[in-house]
């Protein structure tokens, strides 16, 4: 129930194309959808976030799609560049118990100069 | 803002000895969350404590883990007995107040090897 899945585990993109992850979550109390990156020997950081009342936000070259019937959410990455390779991560937490976050199990993107 | 600062980034500990991990959260935060990351995984909740309390500690293994948030100084997490499954990075995080949405910044991290 507290669990987040996330596809593909890694993912090699050329420079300029569409990066996409995919998260499935089965918890509906879940209303906080944020994206994590995270560079080597770094700490996560938030990239963007999304509530389950708006079907897509977008960030610049970031877009969040999420799905409430389906219970799935994807980060798309537009014209992506080299400066993008990191693993990323998504999140899901709810106002139950201490707002803590669930991670998805991340995803090491790669992109090709 | 210096942000989240952790200490010391790298540590090694023999088996059996203790490992302690301080975190400095942001100034005018009050919420602290610690989190495991073991490779090629995602992080995973270990407790959440507010200054000299334990909110939730669902995440931390019953035994040789604890954590503490003094009134005064870093938030603590301490290992005892380390073993070599213990290995992983250790990151915290911290919130100025209850909603994970707002002002939740992660360290980065202390990488534990347990040798």
């Known amino acids: 129930q507290q669990q987040v899945k996330q596809s593909p585990q890694s993912l090699i993109v050329q420079k300029g194309g569409i990066s996409i992850i995919n998260c499935a979550y089965e918890?509906?109390?879940?209303?906080?959808f944020p994206w994590y990156q995270q560079f080597p020997g770094k700490g996560p950081a938030l990239l963007i976030a999304?509530?389950?009342?708006?079907s897509e936000k977008k960030e610049g070259r970031f877009t969040i799609s999420f799905n409430k019937s389906a219970k799935q959410f994807s980060l798309h990455i537009m014209d992506s560049q080299p400066g993008d390779s990191a693993t990323y991560f998504c999140?899901?937490?709810?106002?139950?118990?201490?707002?803590?976050?669930?991670f998805g199990q991340g995803t090491r993107l790669t992109i090709n100069p | 803002n210096a942000g989240v600062m952790q200490n010391p980034r790298h540590l090694v500990r023999r088996r059996g000895q203790e490992a302690r991990l301080r975190c400095s959260p942001m100034?005018?935060?009050?919420?602290v969350y610690w989190y495991r990351q073991l490779p090629e995984e995602g992080l995973k909740f270990m407790v959440y404590?507010?200054?000299?309390?334990?909110?939730?500690e669902s995440g931390m293994p019953k035994e040789r883990f604890s954590a503490e948030f003094p009134k005064e100084g870093p938030s603590i997490l301490r290992i005892q007995q380390v073993v070599r499954g213990d290995s992983a990075a250790y990151f915290c995080?911290?919130?100025?107040?209850?909603?994970?949405?707002?002002?939740?910044?992660f360290g980065s991290g202390t990488r534990l090897t347990v040798v």
């Open positions: 995080a911290s919130s100025p107040r209850i909603e994970v949405s707002y002002g939740y910044t």
């Open positions: 918890n509906t109390a879940f209303d906080y």
């Open positions: 999304i509530r389950p009342d708006v």
């Open positions: 999140a899901a937490s709810s106002k139950e118990g201490a707002q803590k976050l669930v």
């Open positions: 100034k005018g935060h009050s919420h």
């Open positions: 404590l507010q200054k000299e309390n334990i909110i939730d």
